[in-house]
């Protein structure tokens, strides 16, 4: 890849030589950020919101550029996913800094699909999910995984619990979430029951109160994401799993309905929040193949489980375990602790049914 192309945050800043330079790569510069956010669980589809023609692609061999229709990528697959039957878009979701436990992943989720898109399905595990630390003796919860060994633990426990091996990962800082809510001036979301929370993580390792009311709520950025993540009420973390996919759809219609030239400044800003608060394995030739993915896939239809202790599926039981000298909830396969066979069976059913 081209070094200019490594820093985006420089090439913001880059003068260019033309006005209508400025404008293509410009354009292309969002397109790449907003499209690294396409399949994010808290995806905001962002680039659904304009419709440029054309891209510019730097060749990182001789420096030159050349364009290439948007229109043609539409059988653009890359190599190492052509082969494949399905896809798998890990997004992980962290609390980010100012925030108690910034960097657990409290938010887990695989998008599977056929490699075009088809018959697409979320599939969300649950944070309190207790697991072996991989090539170690010890125990902890699944969204510690990443703070202590990174991405590639992660994935590899991911794969032995659910079968699915990962190409492409995600990880979005939550703060932004709350950002992005506040330069769209908040959200209207439908509250199914009264909340309230004595116990939401507060800075400096206290707590304090969250409450809302049932039905029909505007939130601004601050009070989405105590809503999206507040588990101490009734049905906890599956409560609060099914709240961040109903911010989704939410956060998908309000961005999708913004206009590139009329909002251009809201954009600008959300660029701005996304560069700053996220990570991924996408490269250019994957941002391509997600473009092709997003013009395909109905996020409205996509079919959300999670792994649980519900009546749904009946995979889990909970728990208390003594982890780091503490006794908490936790969440374990019916089977048995690293038995995860019904997991990977239900599954494999699942998408097989699709």
Not at 11 to 39: D, G, Y
Not at 210 to 220: A, I, N, R, T
Not at 265 to 274: A, D, E, Q, R, Y
Not at 287 to 302: G, M, S, V
């Amino acid at each position: 890849m081209h070094p200019q192309l490594q820093n985006i945050n420089k090439l913001m800043q880059e003068r260019l030589k033309t006005p209508k330079e400025r404008k293509k790569t410009f354009l292309k510069k969002i397109s790449n950020v907003f499209l690294l956010i396409m399949f994010l669980a808290l995806s905001l589809l962002i680039v659904g919101s304009f419709r440029e023609k054309e891209i510019i692609i730097s060749n990182s061999e001789n420096s030159s550029k050349k364009i290439i229709n948007l229109g043609q990528l539409g059988s653009i697959i890359p190599s190492n996913i052509k082969n494949k039957d399905r896809v798998n878009f890990l997004f992980l979701g962290m609390a980010g800094e100012n925030n108690p436990a910034p960097t657990l992943t409290d938010t887990i989720i695989i998008l599977n699909s056929g490699p075009k898109a088809e018959n697409p399905v979320g599939i969300s595990i649950p944070r309190d999910l207790l697991v072996k630390f991989p090539n170690k003796n010890f125990y902890t919860k699944i969204n510690a995984i990443y703070q202590f060994g990174g991405i590639e633990i992660l994935k590899s426990k991911i794969k032995e619990i659910t079968g699915l091996e990962i190409d492409y990962w995600a990880i979005l800082d939550l703060e932004a979430v709350k950002n992005i809510i506040d330069e769209i001036n908040g959200i209207d979301v439908f509250v199914k029951e009264d909340i309230y929370d004595p116990a939401f993580p507060a800075p400096y390792n206290s707590y304090e109160t969250f409450s809302l009311k049932k039905g029909e709520q505007h939130l601004d950025g601050e009070i989405a994401l105590k809503y999206i993540r507040s588990r101490n009420q009734k049905e906890g973390d599956f409560a609060r799993i099914e709240r961040q996919q109903q911010i989704i759809n939410v956060l998908k219609e309000k961005v999708l309905s913004l206009n590139l030239l009329k909002d251009f400044g809201v954009l600008f800003k959300i660029w701005k929040t996304l560069d700053s608060h996220s990570q991924t394995n996408l490269n250019l030739g994957d941002i391509k193949y997600a473009w092709n993915l997003a013009k395909k896939t109905n996020f409205d239809e996509i079919k959300f489980i999670t792994i649980n202790n519900s009546e749904e599926n009946g995979l889990l039981v909970s728990g208390q375990e003594i982890l780091g000298g503490k006794t908490g909830y936790v969440l374990k396969p019916k089977e048995g602790v690293n038995n995860y066979t019904k997991i990977k069976e239900y599954i494999n059913q699942l998408i097989k049914n699709l």
